[in-house]
């Protein structure tokens, strides 16, 4: 069973549905394991949003101007995305 929780955080300007291990927030959950099926509609816009993270983050980090905690946020960002198409693969999506 996949479970996404619905995050928002304050002080943040976005407000996104993906994987969480928070324990506060609107539980969407995925039934039944999916066979050899394309991506939803939700999964393809989250995978995209992830992916768009780390490709900013990795952007960011080569700036002069860079957040001192780019490295940390890079690497969890990394790791959303992996786990996440992990969790895909698991129920029989192709990615």
Known sequence: M????F??????ATRRLAPTNQTWGTTLTME?????????????ANLKWLKRQVDNL???????????????ELWAARE???NYVKT???HGIKI
């Open 7 to 12: 995050c928002d955080h304050t002080g943040e």
């Open 32 to 44: 039944e394991p999916m066979g050899d099926e394309q991506l939803t509609t939700f999964q393809e």
């Open 80 to 82: 959303e995305l992996d």
């Open 88 to 90: 895909l693969r698991e």
């Open 58 to 72: 990795q952007d960011e980090q080569h700036r002069a101007d860079a957040r001192p905690r780019i490295q940390q």
């Open 2 to 5: 996949i479970t996404f929780r």
